[in-house]
């Protein structure tokens, strides 16, 4: 499975960005898709993920109410829709896809996805 995120940048405080995903190689109906950010200096951290069938999804605490997650299958991407950043959601995000569970499952852990893109450096000012 390949995956290219894009639609980081730099946004002040209170503003939104959308992130994207087009991921090939594999059946949409396989795969559960996550996304996942990294600041410096801190480990790697759950942000949000979808099932395939985008039934189930899950959030981390500190983006619950503000971040959405969604997928057009028909396209292969998946969204996180970000809004109210904070500057501690400064981080390169990353997107990644489990194929363990049939895309079933809408798992959180680093160690859960098999797959990974390359990362998007979001940057919130205050």
């Known amino acids: 499975v390949q995956l290219q995120a894009s639609g980081g940048g730099l946004v002040q405080a209170g503003g939104s960005l959308r992130l994207s995903c087009v991921y090939s190689g594999r059946a949409p109906n396989s795969l559960t898709m996550g996304w996942f950010r990294q600041a410096p200096g801190k480990e790697r951290e759950f942000v949000s993920s979808?099932?395939?069938?985008?039934?189930?999804?899950n959030y981390a605490d500190s983006v619950k109410g503000r971040f959405t997650i969604s997928r057009d299958n028909a396209k292969n991407t998946v969204y996180l829709q970000m809004n109210s950043l904070k500057p501690e959601d400064t981080a390169v995000y990353y997107c990644?896809?489990?194929?363990?569970?049939?895309?079933?499952?809408?798992?959180?852990?680093?160690?859960?996805?098999?797959?990974w893109g390359q990362g998007t450096q979001v940057t919130v000012s205050s």
């Open positions: 979808i099932t395939w069938s985008s039934v189930s999804t």
């Open positions: 990644a896809a489990d194929s363990r569970f049939l895309g079933l499952r809408a798992t959180t852990g680093v160690s859960d996805y098999d797959y």
